[in-house]
């Protein structure tokens, strides 16, 4: 049995993919009514029933906001003797959390284990997810055969923080390029441009970056149509990994000028609407439709 918290659409998607593969779930989501049409799982009552029902339970949570509830609230985790269970937090988030997390699951019996992903709900189905584990070796030799289904990638990158360093070094080359594409945008549409025509030689030039194929069609329709598409990473918690970025760049000492510019155009971007649409639209803000020939 394989415990799953938490089931918006990253953790649904990783439901729907270990289901495929033959495993059997025990699950809990803070809005129930959401998973009731999710077939072949049990429902607990509460998180620390899927804690003690699991060897490995998969916390995939959006934020500190909801660690805090599932950990430390009524029916969280923590509330149980964890002895032989493992625990592996999948949340973007930062290395002191995660430090945090380890000692209290430890000091209830358990083990602890980070593993943040890279991809998106389409890779996820597919078992493509990239795993960036930080933790003790045995947290991770217990936890790898459930990550091994649900990634093509699992890497163990060394103690706690690690894992959560290392997803929000992936991230943050990408929250700066739907911020500069939107600079992009600017350009040529101010020329003239078509949009979609623009979108087209955008995406395929050699500026683009690997989720350029996949995000760049939904930017375009919200520039002439106004239409934003799924979500895949809201743009506010686009913005709690954008400042957590800074933060850990000030622990170290290190320079962060690039992130924080393109985070101040996101939060201008979620002050105007755009805080529950996808990050990628941070790209849509404030162009002029050109319209089609």
Request: proline content about 4%; glycine content about 12%; aromatic content about 4%.
């Amino acid at each position: 049995m394989i415990g799953l918290i938490g089931l918006g659409n990253m953790g649904r998607a990783i439901a729907e993919r270990l289901i495929d593969d033959g495993a059997e779930l025990v699950v809990w989501n803070r809005s129930p009514e959401k998973i009731v049409d999710l077939e072949g799982v049990r429902v607990a009552k509460s998180p620390s029933e899927v804690a003690v029902s699991s060897r490995v339970t998969l916390s995939v949570l959006a934020n500190d906001a909801a660690i805090k509830d599932v950990y430390f609230g009524g029916g969280g985790i923590l509330s149980e003797n964890l002895a032989g269970r493992v625990v592996v937090e999948m949340c973007t988030t930062s290395p002191e959390r995660t430090e945090s997390l380890e000692a209290e699951v430890e000091r209830r019996g358990g083990q602890f284990l980070e593993c943040p992903v890279g991809g998106t709900i389409g890779p996820t189905r597919q078992g493509r997810l990239l795993g960036l584990a930080g933790g003790k070796p045995a947290a991770f030799e217990a936890a790898r055969h459930v990550l091994e289904k649900i990634t093509r990638r699992l890497e163990y990158l060394g103690p706690i923080g690690n894992g959560a360093s290392m997803k929000l070094a992936i991230n943050l080359p990408l929250m700066v390029y739907w911020s500069a594409l939107g600079e992009s945008f600017g350009l040529v549409l101010d020329r003239g441009i078509e949009v979609g025509k623009a979108a087209d030689i955008l995406a395929d030039s050699s500026g683009a970056i690997g989720a350029a194929k996949n995000r760049v069609p939904p930017i375009r329709d919200m520039i002439a149509k106004g239409d934003p598409g799924d979500v895949s990473l809201s743009l506010q918690n686009g913005l709690k990994d954008m400042r957590l970025m800074e933060e850990l760049a000030q622990a170290h000492g290190r320079r962060h000028e690039v992130i924080s510019a393109a985070r101040n155009r996101a939060e201008a971007a979620a002050d105007s609407g755009f805080a529950n649409l996808d990050t990628s639209l941070i790209a849509a803000f404030g162009q002029k439709v050109v319209p089609s020939e």
